[in-house]
């Protein structure tokens, strides 16, 4: 079989790969089939941890890292992952600040007197 790259040269970028796939198509779409489950897998967790940890906000980071799995492999970049995690550290930040708000620590004083 002779394979000649100026034959999948094209102005759409889509057909130029699926012409550079030719043999290669099944393992491809097994591949990305494997990874939409391992997707699947990987929200179905984090769902099952927020709901037998009774964590409000997991369902909502849930769906959120899932979606930025299915993004990075769809665009095959990686600072979804990124994105994801600042979002989730200040939200961790505005839970823990509001946390310290409402319970203060008790003055030296306070704690001695009982």
């Known amino acids: 079989m002779s394979f000649s790259l100026k034959n999948t040269a094209s102005e759409n970028r889509l057909a ?7 043999g290669f ?5 097994g591949a990305t089939i494997s990874l939409a ?3 699947v897998a990987k929200t179905s967790t984090f769902l099952l941890i927020a709901y037998f940890m009774e964590i409000p906000y997991g369902y909502i980071y849930a769906a959120i890292i899932s979606t930025a799995i299915f ?3 769809l665009l095959n970049q990686a ?3 990124a994105a ?3 979002f989730i ?3 961790g930040i505005v839970h823990l600040i509001r ?11 306070e704690s001695h007197a009982e």
């Open 16 to 22: 130029g790969i699926w012409h550079m796939m030719t």
């Open 25 to 29: 198509r099944l393992a491809y779409v």
């Open 37 to 39: 489950l391992a997707n």
């Open 71 to 73: 993004m990075m492999i």
């Open 79 to 81: 600072w979804w992952m």
């Open 84 to 86: 994801v995690g600042i």
């Open 89 to 91: 550290m200040i939200g």
């Open 99 to 109: 946390f310290i708000k409402k319970y203060p620590l008790a003055s030296q004083d």
